[in-house]
Each structure stands twice: as C-alpha cells, then as structure tokens.
C-alpha cells in the first residue's frame, strides 16, 4: 500500500537543496585535500597524500586532537549527567518546576558569540566576577586565571559549553520521562519497589532513545565545538585550547594552506564517523538489553 | 492518485514560491542605474567609519558619478575571511590589508594592481611603505602608522621620579619601584594581543637585524639560537619578579587597557594605535611611548618599533580599476589624510601632516628616532608566528625558556620541511 | 531525598542566574561605576549605552535582518524536513535506512569544511551579499539535524497506524498532512525551537556570505561591536543584552508553547 515513488517525490526538494548546497561542497573540500591551492590563487597542483601525511606528523596536529579528545570527553559525561540529574530533578510539571526549566534552557537561546563574550568577564582574572566573587568569600587561595592557565583552560570553556547547553539537553530527558506511562510506575511501586529499583528497571530503560539522543547529540556537538574556543581563547595558550575545528581553521584562513585544512577536515570527519558508528552500536546494545 | 499528484505539484510551488518572495526581498543590492559607478572599499577600521563616511561624502560631491559604498569587518575577520571576498571582485575595489602573511598571499594571488611610478606616492614617506612593495614594485601603499610599543602614564613615573630607563637594569629597576609602590609596573594582555606585541620590542636589540625572522622561517637561524632564548627569559624575568599584573596570561587586551586607564597599571604593553582610545576613556591621562631595552645602553641600536599597516590597494579584479584608483588618489590627498588622522587619532605615513592632537603628537615624536619595522610582521608563515607568540606563552605558563624555544623550533622545523 | 532535589535545583539556578544578572546589571552602568564596582548595584540606572549603541548602529535594521533570514529558514527546514522523515519512517528497510544515512551523514560534517567550496559555488551562482542566499545555504545545512531529530520522534508514532490510515485509502499526501503533522505537533514546535536558536545564533555562514553592512545579522553585527568597543565593556554587554533581547522575548513567548508541548498526554497521543 505504500506508494514509493510518491514517497521519493517527498524527498525530491530536501535532496536537492542539501546535495548542491552541502554534500557538493563537501566533496570539493577532499578533492582539495589532494591538492596545495592556498584558497586565494587561481591555481594550484596536486600533490597525492602529501597534506594527509604532513597532518599526521604534525605537532599541532596532534595537540588539537588530544584536546579535542579531553574536551568531548569531559563535556559528554558532565553534560549528560547533569541534564538527566536535572531532568529528573525537574519532571514533574508543577509551577515552579516550568519556571526553573525555563531558567535553566534560557542559556541555550543566547548566541555562542555572547555567551563567549560574558564568560570571558567572568573568568577575568583582575576584573572578572568570578575571582572577584571568591576574594570577597575569602578563598584567595582558590582565585585563578582559568582561561589563561594552559592547564585550565581547555576545561574551563568545557564548562561554559555545558553551562549554555545541559539545560537543552535537559529538555530532551524530561520529553523522555514523560513519554513513560505513569501506570508503569504505578504498578512498580505497588510492587514495592524503593526508587533507585524504578530508576534502575523502569525509568532508565525507558530513556534509552532520549538518552541516546542526548549522548549522540552532544559528543557530535561537542567535537564540532568551535564558536566558543573562537571567541574565547581561539586556541591559547600555547596551544592549550586549540582543537581540531580551530586548527583546520587556521590553517585555511590564517595560514592560507586550504589543501592542508582540507585534509585535515576529512581526517576529521572520518574520526567523528567512526565515533558516531560505535556509539550508535554501544547504545542500540544498551537498548536491546533493556 | 491524481489529486496527490497535483499536490505535490502545488508543494513544489510553495517552495519555489517561497524562495521567489525571499529573493524579492532580498533585491535592489545592486542599483547602478542613471549612470553612475559603484564602488566597493573594504577595510577592518569599524571604528573609523564615520570619519570615512565623511571623506567619501566629499568624495562623491567631487566625483558624482562614483558612489563608494564602505563595507568593513573585524581585524580577525578580516586576516581571516577578506581574501575569499576579494577574488571575485564584486567587493573592495579598494581594499586594505594587513602586511606580512596576508600581504604576501594577496600579491601571490595577483590580486594587487601596481601602483609603482603613481603620482599619489609621491605623497607618502617613501620609507614608510616599504611593506607594501614586492619585487621592486609598488602594490600597496601602508596608509596608518603604528608604533608597537608600549604606552606609559607620565604622571605615575613623575610621581616616583622616574624617565624612560635607557638598559635593562635600568628597566628592572624602575618595574620594582613601581611594584613597591603598589603600582602594577605592566599591564599585559597575556590572553591575546599581548605576546605579539611586547616581542617586537624585547627583541628588537637581541638582535638587532631586519630580517632575523625571515633567517628562521628559512631555517638559516633557530629560536634556540641565543637572540630568543634570551629573549624568553627576560619574559620570565619580568613574570618572576612580578612586573606584569598576576595571572597576566588570563587577561585580555579590554581588561589590560581598563588596567592602565585607571592608572593602576604604569605601562600597557601595546601601542600607539591605542592612544587616543585610552584617552577617549580617562581624558586626564597623560600618555607616552616607551621600549625596554634589553640590553646595556651602549648595545642599543634601536629605540622603538613601528609598523606601517592599512595598506591600501586597487583590486585588480575590480570592474572599475579607474574610478578606484581616483578614490585611493583622494585618500593620499594630504589634506584628506590630516583630515583622516586628526578624526580617528591614528598616525598616517604621508608627509607633512599636522596633527592636532594630543596624542598623534606623542606618537610622531617617533618620527625621527631609529625604530625597526615590527619582526613580528616579517614572520611570514601564520603557524610560525603562532609558535613564536607561544612560546611566550609557555614561558609564561611556567616552561623554561629553552624548552619553550625548543618545542616552538620543533614546529618550524616541520614548516621548513613542507 | 526532596530537600536534595530542592538544593541542586537552587544551586544550579544561581549558576545560570549569576552570570547572566552580571551581563544586565553591567549594561546600566557607566564605565567608570563599572570599574569601580564591577559587582554591585549600579549607583544610578543608567540608559547612556542603550541609547548611543541605538544612536551609532543601525539595530533595527539588524534585527530585521535576522528576523527574516530565520523565520524563512526554519520554514523551510521545517517543511522540507518534515517531508523527508515522513517518507524515510513510511519507506523504510534499507532504502529508509539509507536516505536517513545519507542526511545524517551532514551531521559530522564540520562547517569549516564547507566553508570555502561554498562561498566559491555561491559566488558562481551570483548570489554574493544576498540574505536569500543565506537563507537557502542555512536551510541545506540544517536539514540533517531536522531529518535526524524528527525521524526519531516519528518512528515513535505507530506504524500500524499510518498502515491503516493508507487501507483506509487515505493518499501519502493525506496521511503526512492530516494524520502525522499534527501528531508531530510537540516534536515539530521543539524542533523549531532548536532550528531557531540555531539560525539566530549563527556566526559562520553569515560571515562568509555577507558583506554589506546593511545587511549584517545580529551575532556579526556583536563581533563588530567587539572590534569597535575594544576597551568598553558597559558597551560591548550592553550589545550583548540587545542582541539577545528578541530571543528572550519570543523565548517566554515560546516558552509555554514548549513546555505544554512536552507534557505527557501529547506526547504520548
């Protein structure tokens, strides 16, 4: 009964728009990665694996990708945590709870630019609210230069990533839990079972796609981050914050080397595809099991 | 069937339709009706259009069948995105440019037209555009004049009786004095602008040559080689002893600024393009021009650091290749420069401009006196001159200086080998 | 356990309130009381920055420039995405499977990537410096995100039921249109949500594809901001507070439209 071709019909418009407008220039980006075009001149030459071979080498490189890897790390666990313990926290609907959601989603509407802009006066060391706040508490000891400190800095804006977006994630949790019938808890419970058993047997089976929503949406996005590192520290200091997305991005614009960013972009989206592969695998496990 | 049919035709419509009201919307950019020219100027100085809007208007009452529309974007952006928007010559007929790395891929890609033999250079300080020539020709002309130094608060050194010190001892001797009077003898902008800033001057007599940066990036010279090492531990120095405010790698170039308007800080290890913004905040500052010199008095060859920047060009993919060059004669008009200057408190590198102000007037004290061209700029390679900047950075962090030289040559080892 | 959920909630929303009571109460003060007092109320509520950003920039012009570009553009996501979910959820098996692969590939494509083949494709079309252009690149980028997400949340609807809605003999034009819209109504309304936040907020593409100043949206037009009041930062917090004032009204606008939307009768329908 299905009507297939009218079903591809369907699709026709979204194909075209994203294939000539996203997956073509992609495509040109590895065929640039074969060649030395310094994205400026008219020309350029082919130059084989040369400009994957130079990525691999390259100290730089491998900075970034050690960060890259710290940062999404440190940003998946901490951001899904906190959003669940959140959600949880959050789900009823009452009068406050609406208002504190509210509260809590708010920093995900703000532009990254600005969020990067007031986190910046927040972690100034001299005149930033947050040393400031901890002299006037007392805690001198405690006082930093967070953005400035190269063995901070990467996680201090892992912060402020979380900070603008577990309460979007939080959103997608408490969808999830209300997506669980109440009779389920209901019955549980007549059966005596204490909270942490509903939380282990019922609720977070039940979660397993928000969940898996949430994880996957953030560990792409967290290895995409990009504006924040940007607008904060773009990759300082020393290297300390710089990640994959802003190393190919210096490579292309500052240092005119478009071939070599071009490879390194496609190296990139091979380890963000094998991640997302293994993920997608770890967490249908998780939900057949459940 | 059928009736599904006629409505996809009619979603498909809808689409199209959608995209037909937005390109409406969207229409009208290009009104070059009744006969007039458009032209495009692009630049970063969004802090000077006003002053521009001004020059264009006379401009244009001059010229009337030329219209220049201005676009500017922000100096990141512009080191960053201008180069994608120049090649296809629909904007910035005329345009600036930073000198060094985007100068070099600019004239690499023929986006410059030459301008040597032009009557309008001759209005120009032929030593001061030398950044703007290549092979023997004349691309660019560098239209503002910077001097990468750092600034002083003249009152606060009166205060405890001290002048610019003319050695290094001299230097570290006024810094402690500064810092037992509860005064933040530098405020460094660590965080960003900072490092490549205050390198040029810590550097310019280490070693005193024009092209030490170009020997490295070749591979003739290396940042291990004595001229930076010392260079980094006089970073370290000054961090150690406490000369710059705490945790100076945090701090950001507003914050740093703010740290000196308010006369907390004795120094601002910037330059002179930041005068008259300081001024604009704490009217009552009175502000001069200082380098350490980090070697004793008699080894100094230079007393400063300039740079010529702004360089402005005719795009050679431009449609109107005349009517551009006749705005980049009006901007060369002396009158219109002065004009420029005075508005903006920026120096410019034509001759024979008076300025009124206060604070161009500091500045072009350094007219006169020996500065090298900024060896920062004369890092050609982007990642090079990263590593060098972070290098200090790593100093700072609390590396040794030969580890941080060693690891930043490790990176132009690789770039050399490319 | 209850007075535990009460602290983190508490906690948690002085972390996000700290921050953000800083950006609003600064953007009233003058630089000097800003200095002398960066944490405190200000001595006198001052409008001075309000009125010279208003005074110096073209906002309004800013703000209309944004308005538009997202409003068309999540139309446009919204309409198309919805399209294809529907059809990959109705199809399915591999050939399902693969259309969803394939948009979803766009996900892990980072924008840096695309930047530059983009701009150049853009420039051949002829559509340098146009708000449309914007419009359409934006909507091509965003389809995966729509597509992934809304997929999801329609695989939830019951097959059985659009099985029988097609017995019935009720067109595929019918069923998308009558039947899983408006089941889709939650999904759809948080989807847009996200896609708005998104294309508001954006920063790359708009800088890559505009130039003129008349035609800046509001996070190019704050980065302006940020080179021109480099040592100000009342002023540069003060562009930070209009430049999202839009977004929090329509925010608490949209606000119930959210929450009611994922409440558990309709979620479940």
Known sequence: MINRKLLWLFMLPGILLYTGLFVYPALSGLFY?????????PSYDFVGVANYKDSFDSITFRKAFMNNIKFMIVVVVLQTVISLVLALVLAKNSRTHVVFRAL????????????????????????????????????DSLMGSWTGDAKIALYAIAFVQIWAHAGQMMIIFIAGLHAIPGELMEAARIDGANRMQIFGRITWPLLAPSAAIV???????SFKAFDLIFVMTDGGPNYATEILTTYIYHLAFSNYSFGLASAGSMIFLVLLGILTFFQFRALRQEGARG | MKTQRTRLALLLVM???????????GGGSDQAANGKVTISFLHWRGEDTQTFQKIIDAFEQKNPNIVVDMQTLTSDQYQTTAQAKLTDGSVGDVFASFPGAQFEALAKAGLFTDLTGESLLKNYNANLIEAGSKDGKQWAVPYQLVYNMPIYNKAIFEQYGLTPPKDWDGFLKACQTLKDNGIIPIAFAGGDIGPGQFMNTMVMNNEPSEDIFTKVESGQAKL??????????????????????PNSLGTKDPAAGALFIQGKAAMLASGSYQLSQNAKQNPELQQGLLAPITVSADQAKYEGVHTSTFMLAVNSRSKHPEEAKKFLEFLSQPDIAAQYANETGQNVTLKDIKYDSKELNIAQEWADKKTLFQPRYTIVNAENQKAVTNSIQAVLGGATPEQAAQDAQAIIDQQIGR | MKWVGRIIMIL????VAAPLYFVVVSSFKTSQSFYANPLGWPDTWSLQNFITIFDAQPMLQYFWNSARVTLFTVAIVLFLGSLISYAIVRLGGRLGKFAFAYFVAGLIIPSQVIMLPLYSLVRQLGWSDSLTALTVVTAAGLLPLTVFTLTGFMEMLSKEMMEAGSMDGAGEWKIYWRLVLPLSGPSLSATAAFLFVMVWNDLLIPLMLLNSTEKLTLPLALMQFRGEYVTDYTMLLTGVVITALPMVILFVFLQRFFVTGLTAGSVKG
């Open chain 1, 104 to 139: 809590y989603f708010f920093p995900a509407i703000l532009s990254s630019v600005s969020v990067g802009l007031i986190w910046s006066f927040i972690y100034d060391p001299s005149i930033g609210l947050l040393n400031m706040s901890l002299q006037s508490a007392g805690l």
């Open chain 2, 224 to 245: 291990t080689d004595e001229f930076w090492v010392k260079t980094l531990t006089q970073f370290k120095e000054l961090n150690d002893k406490g000369y710059f405010q």
């Open chain 2, 15 to 25: 689409v199209l339709a959608l995209t037909g009201v937005l390109s409406a919307c």
């Open chain 1, 33 to 41: 990665s074969f060649t030395n075009w310094d994205g400026v001149s």
């Open chain 3, 12 to 15: 948690y929303g002085l972390l």
């Open chain 1, 215 to 221: 994880i996957s949406y953030t560990t792409i996005q």
